[in-house]
């Protein structure tokens, strides 16, 4: 069943020690996402996600990180990230599905699976909760660029200094970076943060990109037909229900192993955005030179916007995603 080269990716993914981006990074995704979202859906998650959560997405988006390593869900730390296997250092970045996530088990299959799962009538309230969770989370890993890399452990294993301090250059781009901007211009409020996010969308500098980051929102067209389903039309609610549930199959079984036979479909647009994440591994990302500290000077200058742009989109994309499981549209401009 696994081949060589998936059960060396497996013992890699079992030494991945770090997050992803940390917590600030992903409820800045989950703030901006509250923000835009429609009628059905907002009342889905304010009531899906009660009291607990301040019926937020922004409090509710680090829960994921937070059992990953806890009993009984040891089973979703390798849904967190799709180790692709391209070469940013000779500047040839890619992602390929059958190559990336040939045994189901990655980022890309965690979304189609949670995306049926957060609309499907049947499951239980905890389970459509934690989908929702799930969802939250996942739509802001696979904006940081490193969770869709897996050269040294997507940067884990390169050594890095943000303000002068030892690091990885992972932990730089989940956590040093992002820490930084948000204490020297921010208040050191993360709610701040999302909301100057949130005007930039609204009627700022990103006000004419955001059409374009819905470019891609079916919720339903797998990743592998993608061109032929792309322009797959909102369905409604019962409707879009039923055809994801056939998309993934009624089978649900609990094992790593079933799963990796299981065989998910990735959904088209979350590779579209693996893809658009992975290239600034390219373009950024691995562009420091010897001994720079990725905390000061021009690498912290040059990443702070992408890092920005990542967390807006992926926030805007999460409400959009949401819109269109629960009110057939992504009801945004
Ligand atoms: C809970 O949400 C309300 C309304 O969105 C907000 O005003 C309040 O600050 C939040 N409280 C916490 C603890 O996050
Ligand atoms: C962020 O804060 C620093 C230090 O106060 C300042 O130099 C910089 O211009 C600020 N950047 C933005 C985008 O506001
Ligand atoms: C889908 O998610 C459920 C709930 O977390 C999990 O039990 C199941 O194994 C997942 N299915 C696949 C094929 O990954
Ligand atoms: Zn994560």
């Not at 301040?54 to 994921?64: D, F, I, M, Q, Y």
């Not at 059992?67 to 180790?83: E, I, M, N, Q, R």
């Not at 879009?240 to 094992?255: K, R």
Request: net charge negative; glycine share 6%.
């Amino acid at each position: 069943m696994f081949s060589v080269i998936s059960s060396l990716s497996l013992l890699a993914i079992a030494a991945r020690p770090a997050a992803a981006w940390g917590n600030l990074g992903h409820e800045a995704v989950g703030y901006v996402a509250q923000e835009f979202l429609a009628p059905s859906a907002l009342a889905f998650v304010q009531s899906s996600l009660g009291s607990t959560y301040n019926e937020s997405l922004g409090v509710a988006a680090t829960w994921a990180d937070s059992v990953k390593y806890t009993k009984g869900y040891t089973w979703s730390a390798p849904l967190h990230f799709v180790d692709a296997e391209d070469s940013p250092l000779s500047g040839s970045c890619s992602v390929s599905e059958s190559r990336d996530c040939g045994d189901g088990d990655c980022i890309l299959t965690a979304i189609a699976n949670y995306t049926t799962r957060v609309a499907q009538t049947s499951l239980s309230k905890t389970q459509r909760q934690e989908a929702l969770k799930w969802l939250d989370h996942y739509l802001g890993d696979i904006g940081q660029p490193l969770h869709v890399e897996a050269y040294e452990v997507g940067g884990n294993d390169i050594d890095a200094t943000c303000n002068g301090k030892s690091t990885n250059l992972h932990s730089a781009w989940d956590t040093g970076i992002l820490t930084k901007n948000i204490d020297d211009n921010y208040s050191s409020s993360v709610t701040t943060y999302a909301a100057a996010l949130t005007a930039k969308i609204k009627s700022g500098a990103y006000k004419s990109l955001a059409d374009g980051w819905l470019a891609c929102a079916s919720t339903t067209a797998p990743a592998s037909k993608a061109k032929a389903r792309r322009f797959l039309g909102p369905l409604s609610t019962e409707t879009e229900t039923d055809s994801l549930v056939g998309l993934v199959g009624a089978a649900t079984p609990a094992t790593p192993k079933a799963r990796a036979s299981a065989a998910i479909t990735p959904l088209a647009c979350p590779l579209v955005w693996a893809k658009e994440s992975n290239a600034y591994c390219c373009s950024v990302v691995f562009t420091y030179t010897t001994d720079q500290d990725l905390c000061t000077g021009t690498y912290y200058t040059k990443a702070v916007p992408v890092i920005d742009l990542q967390i807006a989109k992926q926030g805007y994309r999460l409400a959009a995603w949401l819109n269109v499981i629960f009110d057939g549209d992504t009801s945004l401009p």
